[in-house]
């Protein structure tokens, strides 16, 4: 008899998001069952408006589902009222997003103290966890730079450690290498594959870059917000793609204000 498997982190079932009405209906994403578990870099790819970037905002908390079901930690959070949701947000998830999103008159480790400031953490402890945070990311002498003085993957780093602040057990990044050179790109990528595997994290991150699918042990393929295919790890070597050979970048313009 074979072991029992880990209960899943995320557990999405006939999950679905509409918007309009009638004529105007446009489901984005359609009926999607995914389980996500601890310990895996899933990534989501698709052509631009297939439902990446909705079905990520779904499963954290972001946007409400249509129709369906999710759980988060084994929690059904479809019906919580709205006030509950940042709960779940602040204790199971960690976002990073394309465009940083850093406060610019706030040095790196003030921006990341503060996302434990906003968790009750009392403000020694914010800064020594920040700094401990910046340096596990490879910043150990920009703990101090603002973001001004910051290269890109420099600042994505930082946002990295934002997301940890709250030691969740799911990160969720959009298009986190997409803006970033070659070398940026694949340290960045390389800190999420690590967060994966040496932290047991479930890292779930939508991507058009085809640098990052060897990084991948779950590749996810929707179209026309359904989920059409899985791929497992690709079992090449995991060397960067020159970013002018990288086709098929997409953007990711609209910034959510999340609630902690």
């Known amino acids: 008899m074979s072991p029992k498997s880990p ?7 006939e999950l679905s998001k509409t918007y309009g009405q009638g004529a105007a209906e446009f489901r984005a994403v359609s009926d999607v069952n995914l389980e996500i578990g601890a310990g895996k870099l899933t990534l989501l790819m698709g052509p631009s408006g297939s439902g990446k970037t909705t079905l990520l905002s779904l499963l954290g908390c972001i946007l409400r589902p249509t129709a369906g079901r999710l759980e988060i930690l084994g929690e059904d959070v479809t019906g919580l009222p709205e006030q509950e949701l940042p709960r779940v947000r602040r204790e199971a998830i960690g976002f990073v997003f394309q465009g940083f999103n850093l406060f ?24 020594q966890r ?26 994505q780093r930082v946002a990295i450690a934002r997301a940890l602040a709250g030691d969740p057990p799911i990160l969720l990044a959009d298009e986190p290498t997409a803006a970033l050179d070659s070398i940026s790109g694949r340290a960045v990528i390389e800190i999420l594959q690590r967060l994966a595997h040496e ?35 690709i079992s090449r070597p995991q060397q960067a793609v ?8 997409g953007s990711f313009s609209e910034t959510f204000r999340v609630e902690f």
């Open 7 to 13: 209960m899943p982190v995320i557990r999405a079932s």
């Open 104 to 127: 610019p008159t706030l040095t790196a480790a003030e921006n990341v103290g503060l996302a434990m400031d906003l968790r009750g953490i009392r403000r020694n402890a914010a800064r």
């Open 130 to 155: 920040a700094e401990e945070l910046l340096i596990e990311v490879g910043l150990k002498d920009r703990i101090h730079a603002f973001p001004a003085d910051l290269s890109g993957g420099q600042k």
């Open 199 to 233: 932290k047991s994290r479930a890292v779930v991150m939508v991507t058009h870059d085809p640098r990052v699918l060897s990084y991948g042990d779950r590749i996810l393929h929707l179209e026309d917000g359904r989920l059409v295919r899985e791929e497992s790890a």
């Open 242 to 249: 020159p970013l002018e050979e990288a086709q098929g970048y």
